[in-house]
């Protein structure tokens, strides 16, 4: 530059570097924050290991009736976060699992945005009442119990092959997660999905479907950090 001193140089120089610390500094502190909540939001889906989780697809609206022959409809929970499980009595694994359901269906009890919706495909609550209250050791299940005899809800809507399976829906009714096979459902990872969901918060992940176990998508990194790559 015609007229610049070596003094002038040397100050613009120094002012370009200035900037360039600066730059790296901000684009470094945006990164980390920016990664910090992609792992709150992340944390809790991928330490569960759902069998399928996405973005965009919706439950199916259903009919059913409940214990006492009233009808009860998916629909009718829009507005909350459903941990809809399907079972039978003849399943040892949905059994076994139903006192952890109850005790977290307990833990959502004041909260009127969550509800633990569960499916018989056995015949009716007379059909299932004694085996209930067995595991349960007498009390009453603290969950609405609907059934669906001819699995035409659970097996043709759902396309669910073997119990339990269990669907995280959220207030829109979009499927957040599917989990097949029994889970520690009094874990505390499964309350604070739950609570992200309810946040309108979920992990940018997929499940791949050639991999079971490995994660695709935004969130993928976060996940092989929490539980290793497979």
């Given amino acids: 530059m015609a007229g610049t001193s070596e003094t002038d140089l040397l ?20 990164s980390a924050s920016r990664e910090g909540e992609l792992r709150r939001r992340c ?17 199916p609206n259903f009919t059913l009736k409940d214990r006492n022959g009233h009808d009860v409809t998916l629909e009718s929970y829009r507005g909350q976060v459903v941990v809809l499980n ?13 006192p952890d359901l109850a005790d977290l269906a307990k833990v959502f009890r004041g909260r009127k945005d969550v509800v633990l919706l569960t499916v018989s495909t056995d015949e009716s609550w007379e ?15 603290p969950f609405p119990v609907l059934f669906d005899p001819e699995s035409k809800i659970v097996g043709e809507k759902f396309g669910t092959k073997l ?10 009714g979009v499927i957040r997660a599917r989990f097949d096979g029994p889970r520690e459902w009094t874990n505390a990872t499964v309350v604070e999905l739950v609570d992200q969901i309810r ?32």
């Fill in 127 to 141: 059909d299932v009442a004694t085996a209930l209250k067995g595991v349960l050791r007498g009390q009453e299940p």
């Fill in 86 to 98: 399907f079972w039978t009595k003849t399943c040892g694994p949905c059994m076994e699992e139903m």
């Fill in 11 to 30: 100050k613009y120089a120094a002012y370009l570097g200035f900037v360039g610390i600066a730059s790296l500094a901000v684009y470094t502190f945006v």
């Fill in 199 to 230: 946040n309108n918060g979920y992990c940018p992940v997929e499940v791949d479907p050639s991999r079971p176990g490995k994660f695709l998508g935004e969130g993928a990194k976060i996940c092989d950090q929490l539980i290793g790559g497979i």
């Fill in 43 to 59: 944390a809790a889906t991928c330490l569960m290991r759902p069998s399928y989780t996405g973005v965009n697809r919706r439950a």
């Fill in 163 to 172: 119990f339990p399976e269990t669907w995280i829906i959220d207030p829109r």
